[in-house]
């Protein structure tokens, strides 16, 4: 036996990232009567990123007050320590085993721990600026706008005095109004789509308020300067086909350039432990109890589709929390499971095929129609009591006076909501009553978008 | 007053202190950027080219053929990642069969062994995921990969435990030899941005900018022209699905758009090929990072943009007569010269470098010192791949009761700890920038790209050098990455 690695340890339930959807999984999951709780987190306190969103806007909903993201943490993670919950920070986790064996290594040693069942709730990373393929020098002073906030939020550092931000993501938006305030120059927004993919009020609160202009429709086509950036060169792209009009670009003096394109989920160990992801969200695929394709392992928050409002998450996490300990009460009796082929259907990919273990015609699957660019949960396990079921999803574009379809594989209406707006930049959801629970017969559910 | 300055820290000036610290000589490499492999060294293809390109004849055969053993040998001398995963050129038509026969006979009159032709079936069964449409394929066993970059560092650290001296942050103004009537006391004096330096014997690894250097010395004019090649580089997850480099038919402009795993499983794709009238041009364009997707979809019909992480160009230093020139310089004693370093360098690196100190030695009379100390042990490395080794577990395990910082993880993407990151700036020639950090552990050089662990590396090096947290570099000059810091207000 060697003489550093612990034996393996247990725990009823391991919850991986200790952010606002782990924090609300674990309280929930007490809550429930599981005792045998484990939070993993990386950093050296709870909260994730919250602890760097200084700004107001969270817990709105949650709460019905209007905090700023360290005091919405501190709400949780306060409510945590009382419940006494286990947690093990400065830890990362190196690997998930579809059999739920997490290895993790912290300060303390390596410990391998067998979790009865596993939460993911690992967040999100920020697109780097070498996904996008932006041509031009690889100088200092091109960062993510995550990246920026937390040099300046936690570290009262100064990234840049004279900026362009390229996407207009929340972060972005958030950033151009902090730097704003710190004495820097935001010179503008740049945005690709014919949209701002922020919420509307961060559009007005961080943009309009500080007269920074956006610039729709326009994109980063090079970045210039050796050692530090020195300028952009921006061009107007056509609105259908996003390819630059270099005609008409134009330079942009600065000496930084903050990215705001995009969030992916951070799904590394997901992928390790065999869960199926939807290339659409990019997280991993779930039924309505956010179960993934490996049963006992469940996922909520940004790992598994990208959030507007962290009191989503909470509410979100909780479901997980739920279920997991639902799942850990059937005391784990494993039914004979049967690979079913999926038809995910989303504009990046063609179809995947899963091996979501299933009971045969137990799984509904939501397919993401027109207008649609993402819908979770993607599978209904339909031999359950009848309930409500909330679909979240994004609009692929703007849409005015629109209805949300939901219909059957043979194309009856199973359900409409009218819209006055729907917009990529905020999540929408559906609600679908007990009543309209699906039967036997229906092959899969179709969400569209119809003018 | 040095016995031997040598200019340029690349893999080709280091390789060369490194051999000819072996002797009982005072040594200096002097290089402008403000670490060794800041040029063409870092930004290649980081291939061991098996040899079967070059024409016969030429010093880039000779060399690249010496080198390619050579290289695997001192990849594990120096525990520097490299993987004989072999080389395929690919045919995609029954017209492209007759130009792999020729590039194998090429090969063999090279002297390099290992090369056949192999069938479409066994290329597709080596490798499933390439374009169903090959007819054949060239297979050259000696193929190979490497970390170009640690390679260079590797064999800084080495020489530098040796005692070669290194300044970094020095470009060369002027360059100028005074010989002696009695024969003696000839010397060199090297202007540098740090003021000058003498030398009894100058070598000149300078790259793209040995021309410059040369003319300065000799009355033989060389010309050297910049050629850029820009890359994409892609997440591991993508790399894991490859085994062997995919070379594409080599054309006149040279060995075409690669389709390659790294050492780090990453997987990069390119180059492609532009003379550019600045040497300091590394910059990316549209129109050729848009070239690379096009043709190298012909290896790989499957490519995406989804998993890419980032592009980069490196230059190549290209002698207008197209081949190395290596040696003593025909008309000034005591110089000696590595110009035109570009593919196969990296694979050739160790035979000039052996080829040169050898030349020297002889020319000044040296003998072996009696002792040579061995390389510092290696960075540890842990990396998830060798963690499903119970015993690699138990190690790391030990490394974290000696030091808890071992378990601490900076980088989360290719899980490099605070300690690794500390001991990367302790070391001989140690990293004293964001990118120096990068290149000697990996940390920023993954998926994220840094997004998250920066900000914490940057404490480390500030911690460790020092220094204000502002006036850290990306790499050196003016690249600061912070432009203040915030006033705390009572």
Known sequence: MSGHLVDLEKASLVIVGGGPAGLAAALEAQRQGLSDILLIERDQQLGGILNQCIHTGFGLHYFGAELSGPEYADRFSTAFAAAGITCLLETHVLEITSDRVLTVISPQGIRKIAAGAIILAMGCRERPRGALGIPGTRCAGILTAGMAQKLLNLQGLMPGQSVVILGSGDIGLIMARRLTLEGAKVKAVVELMPYSSGLTRNVVQCLQDYEIPLLLSHTVVETHGLERLTGVTIAPVHPQTQKPDLEQSRFIACDTLLLSVGLIP????????????????????????????????????????????????????????????????KAAKPAPQEAVDLHIKTDHEPAVSSGMPAGQSSLLPVLAGPGIRSVVPQLILRNLDPETIRLAFRPARVYRAASICLRNDQGQLVMKSQRRILTPGEEARLDIPASQWPDGETGHWQLSIEV | MF???????????????????????????????????????????????????????????????????????????????????????????????????????????????????????????????????????????????????????????????????FRLDCQVQGLSHHPDPEGKNACFLVQTSHGPIQARAVVNAAGVFADSLHNLLSEDKLTITARRGEYYMLDKRIGAQFTATLFQLPTDKGKGILVTPTVEQTLILGPTSDTIPDKTDTRTTAAKLEEILTTAALTWPGLRKDSFITSFAGLRAHLAEGDFRIGRSPDVPSYYLAAGIESPGLTAAPAIAIDLAEQIAADFDLVLKPEFLPPPPPLPDFSLHQLADPDELDRLAAEIARDPAMGRIVCRCEHVTEAQIRAAIRRPVGARTLDGIKRRTRANMGRCQGGFCTPRVLEILAEELACDITTLTKSGGQSQILTGQLEVKA
């Not at chain 2, 040998?73 to 045919?91: D, G, M, R, Y």
Request: charged share 20%.
């Open chain 1, 266 to 329: 951070e799904n590394e160990l997901s992928l390790g432990a065999g869960v199926v992801l939807d290339p659409a969200t990019r997280g991993p695929l779930v039924d309505q109890s956010l179960e993934t394709s490996q049963p006992g392992i469940f996922a909520c928050g940004n790992v598994l589709h990208v959030h507007d409002l962290v009191d989503d998450v909470s509410r979100e996490a909780e479901q997980a929390a739920r279920s997991a300990v639902a799942f850990l009460e």
């Open chain 2, 3 to 165: 016995d031997v300055v040598i200019i340029g820290a690349g893999v080709i000036g280091c390789a060369i202190a490194r051999e000819l610290s072996r002797y009982p000589l005072s040594l200096a490499v002097l290089d402008q950027a403000s670490d060794v492999c800041e040029g063409t060294s870092k930004a290649n293809s980081g291939i061991i080219h098996a040899g079967y390109d070059a024409k016969p004849g030429t010093n880039k055969a000779r060399y690249n053929v010496r080198g390619n053993p050579m290289v695997y040998q001192w990849a594990q001398e120096l525990a520097v990642p490299c993987k004989n995963n072999t080389s395929l050129v690919l045919a995609f038509s029954e017209a492209d069969l007759p130009k792999i026969d020729a590039l194998i006979e090429r090969g063999q009159q090279n002297g390099v062994k290992g090369l056949s032709r192999i069938s479409r079936e066994e290329v597709l069964d080596r490798e499933p995921l390439v374009n169903p449409s090959v007819t054949g394929a060239l297979l050259a066993e000696t193929g190979g990969i490497i970390s170009p970059y640690g390679l260079t560092i590797a064999l800084a650290e080495h020489a530098a435990v040796n005692g070669v001296e």
